[in-house]
């Protein structure tokens, strides 16, 4: 099983080097330190939540991937699928629903 913070590190390292981006790159565009980008990608410090929603924003990371441990009962043979349901009230209300299994 991986940790949230390992889940952050390999999103982090993979999205990053997708786009092209080093690391001084992205501090400057989630507006953090290169120090801090580095400890974060080498597992040594966890961001804050405000600099996390920046990182997973501008590495087009679905958050959900690094914040929910992965079900080993849900595999691609299956066809199950996770998904979020809207939680009564809408979008209105501002929540955005709960994970559920599907499939």
């Given at each position: 099983?991986?940790?949230?913070?390992?889940?952050?590190?390999?999103?982090?390292?993979?999205?990053?080097?997708?786009?092209?981006l080093?690391?001084?790159?992205?501090?400057?565009?989630?507006?953090?330190?290169?120090?801090?980008?580095?400890?974060?990608?080498?597992?040594?410090?966890?961001?804050?939540?405000?600099?996390?929603?920046?990182?997973?924003?501008?590495?087009?990371?679905?958050?959900?991937?690094?914040?929910l441990?992965?079900?080993p009962?849900?595999?691609?043979?299956?066809?199950?699928?996770?998904?979020?349901?809207?939680?009564?009230?809408?979008?209105?209300?501002?929540?955005?629903?709960?994970?559920?299994t599907?499939?």
């Amino acid at each position: 099983m991986s940790t949230v913070r390992e889940r952050l590190v390999a999103e982090m390292r993979r999205a990053r080097r997708e786009k092209d981006l080093g690391q001084a790159d992205l501090a400057d565009r989630v507006g953090g330190s290169l120090d801090s980008i580095s400890k974060i990608e080498r597992g040594l410090n966890a961001p804050s939540v405000e600099l996390f929603a920046k990182i997973v924003g501008v590495l087009d990371i679905d958050p959900r991937v690094v914040l929910l441990e992965p079900n080993p009962l849900l595999d691609a043979e299956s066809g199950a699928t996770r998904t979020l349901i809207p939680r009564q009230g809408g979008q209105d209300s501002g929540d955005r629903g709960q994970p559920v299994t599907t499939g």
